[in-house]
């Protein structure tokens, strides 16, 4: 079966890819990317390699190395060496650490009428009555509290240190 996709590089080209590959401050995935290039490259001064035997030389899967070469071909060398742009933009921040520190702050202040003690279910009851949110999974108030190292059910609810530990 004949090469999806054939490199053919022009001596400007394979002049740039060696002084990456040369340079010594370039980085990994670029450096191991350009050397890739150079392998494939089936022009008059290139080696020609074959998929397999450049992706075991370079210690990565054949897989990146066909990736590598359809981008090298339909979109150019600068698209082959970068990385490609998220496509998506990453999740907003929801909760940040203000929240975090009313919902600490609720959690720290007595219990309603009729309980003992705050539950996370009551504590994001209380945190959409309060309009501190929209609304809250009882799930996101556990894991505010877990990250903070705050327990609902021990005698200290974080206003002092605990017996037996000196302050600094």
């Known amino acids: 079966m004949p090469?999806?996709?054939?490199i053919t590089l022009t001596e400007q080209e394979r002049n740039d890819l060696e002084?990456?590959?040369?340079?010594?401050?370039?980085?990994?995935?670029?450096f191991?990317?350009?050397?890739?290039?150079?392998?494939?490259?089936v022009g008059a001064?290139?080696?020609?390699?074959?998929?397999?035997?450049?992706?075991?030389?370079?210690?990565v899967t054949?897989?990146?190395?066909?990736?590598l070469k359809q981008?090298?071909?339909e979109e150019g060398l600068e698209a082959a060496l970068q990385r490609r742009p998220r496509v998506k933009p990453p999740r907003e921040v929801l909760f940040d650490g203000a929240f975090e520190a009313r919902l600490i702050a609720?959690?720290?202040?007595?219990?309603?009428?009729?309980?003992?003690r705050w539950t996370v279910r009551l504590l994001a009851d209380k945190v959409v009555e309060l309009n501190m949110a929209s609304s809250v999974s009882h799930m996101t108030v556990q894991r505010v509290l877990k990250k903070t190292n705050f327990n609902l059910i021990s005698a200290n609810i974080g206003k002092s240190l605990p017996r037996g530990v000196r302050p600094l």
């Open 106 to 116: 609720l959690a720290c202040s007595a219990a309603p009428k009729g309980y003992q």
């Open 45 to 59: 001064d290139g080696p020609a390699w074959t998929v397999a035997e450049t992706a075991e030389a370079l210690g």
């Open 71 to 73: 981008r090298f071909v």
């Open 62 to 67: 054949s897989r990146t190395i066909e990736h």
């Open 19 to 30: 002084a990456f590959t040369r340079d010594g401050k370039t980085g990994a995935k670029k």
């Open 32 to 41: 191991i990317h350009a050397r890739g290039l150079l392998l494939c490259n």
């Open 3 to 6: 090469p999806r996709y054939r």
